[in-house]
């Protein structure tokens, strides 16, 4: 459950997003499109150092991976095959009093965020009502916050269906939804999160957002905007197997857009409505064609944590491989282990296909939620192709000697919840003192400087001194070919830095008149150069800078 401090650290996190441009609302002068979010110009650049840092991983620092770019509009009969077409839905219900759409399986959990419901919780401790304390709060507070609860427009009656049902009251949940059910018997209600009026029972919900290809718009011109990347993988599995000198097991990766039509978008940009994926479908042999090749199919029994990729890996090793590659990775950028969790699907979640799901969990404010998803998924998505579109997915190992359809290991993370992961592991304030030793509460982004949107911030000392700028703009030319810098002469030094400080900036350099040569030779030439997280200053050579920094942001 939220804490009043979680919930405050993260309207902070919102706030300072807007605030140094990192998010926007998408088209805010409109009054902003819910489930829409904008990168602000130090977001963009967050989020094109992330993407680089995944691509790179991925592509050009192993033999084993290539790329791909697809398009975010296929044809219709992909979405056929992958089932998304029939069955990825959400549970939906619709409010009977207020009218909104929310989503059947998130009620509760955002019944554990709303005021109202924490007073009738409070009100009925281990489920034991108190009803005169209930009949208090539903004539009086109540009455102003949920007007169509069933409590508050006929307290006397729901309070003796409550008596009357108290077979059914065995949980503080099953009061709540006594107390939101007008009727005496049948089915209890689920209360509306904004309204307190009674939910109408799930129904399912296609997430997937329509459209038409060419002027005629019917029926047979639907297509659909992709829900994830991933299928366009499968779909051009032979094209890329054919023109790139791969081999099983290979990988295919790809970032982009994908697009959800969420029933409850919510949490700043953890669900939007549209997003970024980055996804691998990192092809291997079947089981069968392992054994068959090496006399035996290596286990986590023997390797429990696999890092070197070996020949007679089967699926699971190859999953646990992945799983501990995403962790590596995820530390490569600054996400601590401690704030993340792995969670295994236990088998009556996994998707009919699925033999194994792991989910990187991220400790948001909000709570812990997915950040990446990594499934072994047999043959599943290939052989759904095959079918449809009746061309073969064969593969044919000439190592082996042996024709089949490759099993899938696919580690899928969401772009816009990793932003927002990093932005909440970088969020900290703290108390410091000012120059004149007063204390004040310094913000800062302590983010990794590999993906620091701004990696160093430049500041000529006085700004009416040329020969101070004339230095502080030799050195922005030096370094911007390689990094994002920052020029900034407005204002004291002290300010400035608390500017970087909460754009995530983690080096700052200052040309003094030491670097001009005015305190004697031996300084000249030099700069201080300043530690975001520890805030000490150091003074170096002009002609070491570049290396310094690019050795931390590499
Ligand atoms: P959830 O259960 O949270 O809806 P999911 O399990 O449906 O997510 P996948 O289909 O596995 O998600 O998608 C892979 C990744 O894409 C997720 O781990 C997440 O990072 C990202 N993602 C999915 N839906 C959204 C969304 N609506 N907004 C932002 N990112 C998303």
């Known amino acids: 459950m939220s804490t009043q401090a979680s919930v405050t650290r993260m309207e902070k996190i919102v706030s300072l997003c807007k605030r140094r441009g990192l998010i926007f609302q998408s088209s805010e002068i409109y009054g902003g499109l819910n489930g829409f979010w904008d990168y602000g110009p130090l977001g963009a650049e967050l989020k094109r150092n992330v993407k680089e840092l995944w691509w790179k991983s991925m592509t050009r620092l192993r033999d084993d991976i290539v790329g791909l770019e697809a398009t975010i509009i296929m044809h219709p009969q992909i979405w056929k095959a992958s089932g998304h077409v029939d069955t990825f839905s959400d549970p939906m219900s619709t409010c009977r009093a207020c009218k909104k759409l ?3 399986d998130q009620v509760w959990e955002m019944l554990e965020t709303v005021s109202w419901a924490e007073s009738l919780r409070n009100l009925c401790p281990e489920g034991k009502p108190d009803v005169d304390g209930l009949l208090k709060w539903a004539k009086g507070k109540g009455a102003k916050v949920v007007p169509n609860l069933a409590l508050i427009k006929d307290p006397e ?64 011109d639907i297509a659909y ?55 691998l479908e990192f092809f291997i042999k079947p089981d069968e064609v392992v054994s068959a090749q090496h006399g035996k199919v290596a286990s986590l029994e023997n390797d429990p944590s696999p890092s070197e990729p070996k020949g007679d890996w089967g699926w699971e090793v190859w999953h646990k491989y992945w799983v501990e590659e995403r962790f590596r990775w995820y530390a490569s950028i600054g996400l601590k282990r401690s704030s993340l969790e792995e969670y295994w699907q236990k088998p009556e979640e996994l998707a009919h296909y699925a033999r194994a799901t792991v989910d990187i969990l991220y400790k948001f404010p909000f709570g812990t939620q997915e950040l990446e998803g990594i499934a072994a998924r047999g043959n599943f998505d290939l052989s759904q192709h095959q079918q449809f579109s009746g061309k073969s ?27 927002l992961a990093l932005i909440c592991e970088a969020f900290e304030e703290e108390e410091v003192a000012d120059d004149k030793g007063q204390k004040e509460v310094r913000t800062v ?14 500041f000529p000392l006085l700004k009416n001194k040329p020969e101070l700028v004339k230095k502080a703009l030799e050195i922005r030319d030096l370094l911007r070919p390689h990094m994002n810098v920052f020029y900034d002469d407005g204002g004291a030094i002290g300010r400035r830095y608390r500017r970087q400080d909460e754009a995530g900036t ?49």
């Open 445 to 458: 982004l302590r983010f990794s400087p590999r993906v620091a949107p701004i990696k160093v911030g430049i």
């Open 225 to 279: 905007l992709r829900p994830e990347t991933a299928q366009a993988i499968f779909v051009q599995f032979k094209n890329v197997l054919e023109t790139s000198r791969v081999k099983v097991p290979f990988g295919i990766c790809q970032i982009g857009k994908a697009f959800r039509n969420e029933v409850t978008p919510r949490n700043f940009t953890f669900r939007s409505r549209e997003f970024e994926q980055m996804e």
């Open 157 to 220: 009656a729901v309070l003796a269906n409550l008596a009357a049902r108290s077979s059914e009251a065995s949980s503080t949940q099953s009061v709540l939804q006594i107390l939101c059910t007008s009727a005496s018997e049948g089915p209890l209600s689920t209360p509306c999160p904004h309204c307190g009026g009674e939910l109408t029972e799930p129904r399912p919900f296609n997430l997937m957002f329509k459209t038409y290809v060419g002027p005629a718009a019917t029926e047979d």
């Open 506 to 554: 983690p080096f700052c350099v200052t040309i003094d008149f030491d670097t001009i040569g005015e305190n004697g030779p031996e300084k000249q030439d030099t700069v201080t150069l300043r530690h975001r997280d520890s805030m000490t200053q150091e003074r170096i050579r002009i002609c070491d800078l570049l290396q310094i920094i690019q050795s931390q942001i590499l």
């Open 393 to 419: 997915m064969e593969y044919f190992d000439q190592e082996a000697n042996s024709k089949y359809v490759p099993h899938v290991i696919e580690p899928s993370a969401g772009v816009d919840r990793l932003i």
């Open 102 to 104: 929310v989503r059947s």
